[in-house]
């Protein structure tokens, strides 16, 4: 079971009432009290996106929805999330987990580092692999990958997979600021960037403090470490919009409720299924962990795509990188078992 992702995308006005978010919706208005006016239980919030210029939402409504570790992510006039709240109190021993956090050596970033590339190159020639394009390169790399990644492998592997990813019909260059489907991945990849930042958040972490990425004027660079080996199931939802041949050039409401259902998507981890949003707190927390000196391995998901083929390499992985699993990560919350809602 997972937290609800909101959607707002016309005019709102959203308030606290009774522990309920109360949503009143004016473009609505005519067709009746029951079309124009919604509650949502507080607790069972993940995160809300506010994708209207025309959104009012109170101070108590905020208040209430970090207290309860929900994200709160505002967008621009082109409908691009551009900010995001988080509560700044997640978890019980929060103190001491920074100091850990912060504490952590470099060796042990880097060996953390070389686990993050590996999974993400897995990942990426799983999509691959799902799409019958060459992948035994990215295997290769992902084998050879040392720790902290000197040799750029992580590169390596994304300049073959964007170049071959895409179908040939469209002449693809990743960029934030490219042309579509670009358009797509960054709104999915935002979306995701924030459940990791709130899965960190509550196992306890700054986001701030990354293992790699160490950008001043970045305020999530450990969300943009972790959530590499996760980016892969955002490419396989706007490669299925593609596929479809829906039209990707705008944002339009339909791939938007499409991207929001990254939190639901089934991620597979070696004992079994979890919705993204649930796996994604089994990471956070081994994360958390593997600070500590409990756990030397982040447990990342896999995009099983290989056969029995895929069991070897992954296990010659674990051989491989200097590092040895000790303990097991803390049980991931539960909540309500929803859809995203766009309103």
């Not at 709102?12 to 009746?32: E, N």
Request: glycine share 6%; aromatic share 8%; charged share 25%.
């Amino acid at each position: 079971m997972i937290k609800r992702t909101l959607l707002f995308s016309n005019p709102a006005y959203l308030s606290l009432q009774q522990d309920q978010l109360s949503i009143k919706l004016p473009h609505l208005k005519d067709l009746g009290e029951k079309e124009s006016q919604k509650t949502v239980p507080i607790e069972d919030i993940g995160i809300v996106l506010l994708d209207h210029q025309q959104i009012t939402i109170t101070h108590g409504c905020m208040a209430a929805l970090l207290e309860n570790n929900a994200a709160i992510i505002t967008c621009n006039q082109t409908h691009h999330p551009t900010g995001m709240m988080l509560p700044i109190d997640g978890h019980d021993i929060q103190s001491e987990r920074f100091r850990y956090q912060i504490d952590a050596s470099q060796p042990l970033k880097k060996q953390l580092w070389q686990q993050t590339v590996q999974a993400k190159i897995m990942n990426q020639a799983a999509v691959l692999a799902e799409r019958d394009i060459e992948h035994e390169n990215m295997l290769y790399w992902a084998r050879s990958v040392r720790s902290g990644d000197p040799d750029n492998y992580e590169g390596r592997a994304a300049a073959y997979y964007w170049k071959n990813v895409f179908p040939k019909k469209i002449e693809f260059f990743r960029g934030r600021e490219g042309d579509p489907p670009n358009n797509l991945l960054n709104y999915g990849y935002a979306i995701l960037r924030a459940i990791v930042a709130r899965g960190l958040v509550c196992s306890g972490l700054l986001p701030t403090l990354g293992i790699h990425h160490r950008n001043k004027y970045n305020a999530y660079c450990l969300a943009d470490d972790i959530m590499e080996p996760y980016r892969p199931y955002v490419d396989r939802i706007v490669l299925k919009i593609i596929d479809k041949g829906e039209n990707f050039l705008e944002l339009g409401t339909s791939i938007k409720s499409q991207l929001l259902g990254i939190a639901s998507v089934d991620v597979q981890f070696d004992k079994g299924k979890s919705p993204l949003m649930v796996g994604l707190q089994s990471t956070t927390s081994s994360l958390a962990k593997c600070y500590e000196g409990s756990l030397r391995r982040i447990n990342y998901p896999a995009i099983k795509a290989f056969g029995s083929k895929y069991k070897s390499i992954y296990n010659d992985l674990a051989d491989d990188s200097e590092v040895k699993l000790v303990d097991e990560p803390d049980k991931p919350e539960s909540s309500t078992n929803d859809d995203a809602l766009p309103f």
